[in-house]
């Protein structure tokens, strides 16, 4: 069992091309003995954005706070606080601060194996 305050979790700057103003903490991996799921939380400052990509394992997200668009093939759609999606595997997708203020949100991903 693990528990911790995401504010223990250090917060890394997401470094992949594409990618301006995200942070993310990786608050439960395999590293904690989760066999199969890896919680993350996301921090996205205004203008921040996460590269346009995809890869074979799904998304699924939660919204915490602020507003931000999800970018697909051919099509925007808006997020708001309480939000929850899916993004399929094999996606392309991008995660957009469309706000003056951080746009947080929960990605739970399986692990690649």
Partial sequence: MKITNFR????????EPGAKGV???????EKDGAPNFAMRLFEMEPGGHTPYHKHEW????FVLKGKGDLV???NISPLNEGDALLVPADENHQFKNTSEE???????IPHRK
């Fill in 58 to 61: 799904e998304h699924e997200v």
């Fill in 8 to 15: 223990a979790v250090e917060a890394r700057e997401v470094d």
């Fill in 23 to 29: 942070k993310v903490r990786w608050l439960i991996s």
């Fill in 72 to 74: 697909t093939e051919g």
């Fill in 102 to 108: 951080a746009f947080i949100f929960l990605c739970m």
